[in-house]
């Protein structure tokens, strides 16, 4: 059974950090591409960030060029998104996405405010 389970979601006051993980198993993690998105209050599900199976490829959106970064552990079939400089813009629920099945992981939120 695939399963992401992401972790790492908290309040933050704006211009901290935080890194969230996304436990990967019932796949061969190495294999694919992952991705994060993310849902602000009444606003649509956006992609965030995107890395190929062994991370030679990364892409993101404008918004958080420069200061998200989306990394990989094929060791550990964990994916990271490093958040940095975050402002309350930011605030959303963060999801893990396997793009090739359609697979959503529960979500953790992220709240910047002061």
């Given at each position: 059974q695939v399963q992401l389970v992401e972790s790492g979601g908290?309040?933050?006051q704006?211009?901290?950090?935080?890194?969230?993980s996304c436990a990967a198993s019932g796949f061969t993690f190495?294999?694919?591409?992952m991705t994060w998105y993310r849902q602000a209050p009444?606003?649509?599900?956006?992609?965030?960030?995107?890395?190929?199976?062994?991370g030679g490829s990364r892409n993101y959106a404008d918004s958080v060029?420069?200061?998200f970064t989306i990394s990989r552990d094929n060791l550990k079939n964990?994916?990271?998104?490093?958040?940095?400089?975050?402002?309350?813009?930011?605030?959303?629920?963060?999801?893990c996405f396997l793009p090739s099945?359609?697979?959503w992981g529960q979500g953790t939120l992220v709240t910047v405010s002061s």
């Open positions: 908290g309040l933050v704006p211009g901290e950090s935080l890194r969230l190495s294999s694919y591409i009444g606003k649509e599900r956006e992609l965030v960030a995107q890395i190929s199976s062994y060029k420069g200061r964990t994916l990271y998104l490093q958040m940095n400089s975050l402002k309350p813009d930011d605030t959303a629920v963060y999801y099945r359609k697979i």
